[in-house]
């Protein structure tokens, strides 16, 4: 789960990480409050959105073509820029062509900025450990930097046994080249991120860029944070972060029943049970020529409401063709889905083929329930076979 830059600084804030004095605002007058309790200006108007490269992005309809982070010299402004960003359209190279709409703001008070560094406390997978990562090309995408020059960019693994130490801290603030007080801010700042990405269940806490001021001090002036969902039980005060307007709405619908489901660009609406099964499918799929619409695990425990629920939301997808269930019953009855896609497909108008590949525990008995259903679906034994017939169901219907 992704939160807001301010929601990431405040919750840092409670780490002793040090970040500007800022506010947040859903309308223009709550913008220019919030600038009215920081003090005298410069002030910095950020559009909050879940995507980065806010401010070299752009409003739809803007023929000045300013960004969602923006310097304010006085209250009007700060009104004048709350205005002309809440309610737009923001387009970076992070939202794609449709953009976000924004509907919150934080204001922030200015930053003598000297230097910008980039730091990050991630979960690396590669190496089953938190992966501290620096770099002296603060601003850019990380992405960028790794792939344009490698060798800027400082990795250091921390041990779970030991967790974070001074040498680890000594050697990010070197490795950035700071030195002496400044040093030593840094390594509390460090210290911080990573006790916030242990203690918040996070998979990743990003600043970027990490300022050193003017007067040496360092400050976190941009924060990107995301939690663990499967950690959110841990944590009801974050899952009220959560921000649905950010999301897929089909996602948020699939999260409501506690389906895995991420929207794809594809064609062929997939419905299985494990991830390892569903990424097979999808990968099968992709094989005979066509493009999976979706990757969708319904678990191994999943009732008929549940596997209703699934299939209303791949048939939700108007660029859906063609649906292939594909269920190995272990724990998981054949019977229980086969209820379900008889339930859903009566209740909807399945105008699109749809191919159901059934093993394991009844088998028999949800195959007997497909048949007697009376509805056209098709049923497949292989999971080659099942990819092949719907993909080939498909094209002729095309």
Known sequence: MNVHEYQAKELLRGFGVAVPRGGAAFSVDEAVAAAGSIGGGPWVVKAQIHAGGR???????????????????????????????????????????????????????????????????????????????????????????????????????????TGFRPFHARRLAFGLGLSGETARAGAGLF????????????????????????????????????????????????????????????????????????????????????????????????LHGSEPANFLDVGGNATRERVTAAFKIILSDPNVKGILVNIFGGIMRCDVVAEGVVAAAREVDLAVPLVVRLEGTNVEKGKSILSASGLPILSADGLEGAARKVVEAVRGAG
């Open 191 to 286: 210290a911080g991120l990573y006790r916030a990405l242990v203690e918040l269940d996070a998979s990743i806490v990003e600043v970027n860029p990490l300022v050193v001021t003017g007067a040496g001090g360092v400050v976190a002036l941009d924060a990107k944070m995301s939690l663990d969902d499967n950690a959110l039980y841990r944590h009801p005060e974050l899952e009220a972060l959560r921000d649905e307007d950010e999301e897929d709405p089909t996602e948020v619908e699939a999260s409501r029943h506690d389906l895995n489901y991420v929207a794809l660009d594809g064609e062929i609406g997939c419905m299985v049970n494990g991830a390892g099964l569903a990424m097979a499918t999808m990968d099968i799929i992709k």
């Open 55 to 161: 401010g070299a992005g752009r409003f739809e309809g803007d023929p000045e073509g300013k960004g969602g982070v923006r310097l304010a010299g006085s209250l009007d402004e700060v009104r004048a820029h709350a205005g002309a960003m809440l309610g737009g359209v923001l387009v970076t190279k992070q939202t794609g062509r449709t953009g976000r709409t924004v509907r919150r703001l934080y204001v922030e008070e200015g930053c003598d900025i000297a230097h910008e560094h980039y730091v990050a406390m991630l979960v690396d997978r590669g190496t089953g450990r938190v992966m501290a990562m620096a770099s002296t090309e603060g601003g850019m995408d990380i992405e960028q930097v790794a792939e344009e020059s490698p060798d800027r960019i400082l990795t250091l693994p921390i041990d779970p046994a």
